[in-house]
C-alpha cells in the first residue's frame, strides 16, 4: 500500500464509528469476559494502552509489532504492539502508549500524532484493560529495543494485514482451558498474531477495508 494513500486511509477510518470485536469473536471457540464484567470486578482490572502506529518506509505504509521474549508469565512469547502497564506518574492512558512504545522500541526521535483509540480488550489471564491507541508518524525514528521485553521488532506491511489469507486458524491452548482450542490468528512474516493483539488487528483491518471500497 502506498504510505501517502494509506496515512489518508488511517486518518479516514478512525473518524468513523469502531466496529468492535463481535465479527472476530465468531471466529473464535471459546468466549471471553465482557467489559461490564470485568469493570464489576474488585479489585478492578489493571489499566494499560498500547501503541499501533503506522509509518511510511520505503513509500509502502507499516505499523510496528513486537515479540515478546521467554519468560515465565503469560504473555511470554506473544507477538503484541509496543504498550505496557499504566504506572501512577502517567498524566493519561495516551502518555502511558506513547511512553511505553518509546521504552520499548528505543524510537525516541519518532514525531507521532495521535488520531484516537480502538476498542478496549480486557485480557483475562492478566487481568489487564487495555486501551489500543492509533497513530501516524512522518518517519520512524532509529530503532534500539529493550532487550528485557523485547525479543525482536516486527515491521509489517499494512498491505498484508488487509489480504484475504492472513486470517488462519491453529490449535492453541487458551487460558482456563484444559484442552488447545481451534482459534483463528493473524499470520504475521510467520508469526503468529492472536488473543488480544488479534482483536485490535482485526478491528483495525475493518475499519481500513470500509475506507478502501
Known amino acids: 500500500m502506498d504510505a501517502v494513500v494509506g496515512i489518508e486511509l488511517v486518518r479516514r477510518a478512525m473518524q468513523g464509528a469502531l466496529p468492535g470485536h463481535d465479527d472476530f ?108 491507541f492509533v497513530g501516524i508518524a512522518s518517519k520512524l525514528g532509529t530503532l534500539s529495543p529493550d532487550p528485557h521485553e523485547v525479543e525482536r521488532l516486527i515491521e509489517a506491511p499494512v498491505e498484508l494485514l488487509l489480504g484475504a489469507d492472513v486470517i488462519k486458524r491453529r490449535q492453541q491452548l487458551v487460558h482456563g482451558t484444559e484442552l488447545p482450542v481451534d482459534i483463528p490468528y493473524f499470520d504475521v512474516e510467520g508469526h503468529v498474531v492472536w488473543g488480544a493483539t488479534a482483536l485490535m488487528i482485526a478491528e483495525l483491518r475493518e475499519l481500513l477495508l470500509r475506507q478502501a471500497q
Open 25 to 132: 469473536l465468531t471466529l473464535s471457540g471459546y468466549q471471553r469476559p465482557d467489559l461490564e464484567w470485568a469493570m464489576s470486578q474488585r479489585p478492578p482490572p489493571r489499566e494499560s494502552a498500547v501503541l499501533a502506529l503506522f509509518y511510511p518506509k520505503h513509500d509502502v505504509l507499516y505499523t510496528l509489532l513486537m515479540l515478546r521474549p521467554t519468560y515465565i508469565g503469560v504473555h511470554s512469547g506473544q507477538v503484541s504492539f509496543p504498550g505496557g502497564k499504566r504506572e501512577p506518574e502517567d498524566r493519561s492512558l495516551e502518555h502511558t502508549a506513547l511512553r511505553e512504545f518509546v521504552e520499548e522500541t528505543g524510537a525516541a526521535d519518532t514525531p507521532i500524532e495521535v488520531l484516537g483509540t480502538l476498542s478496549q480488550v480486557y485480557i483475562p489471564p492478566s487481568r489487564t484493560l487495555v486501551t489500543p
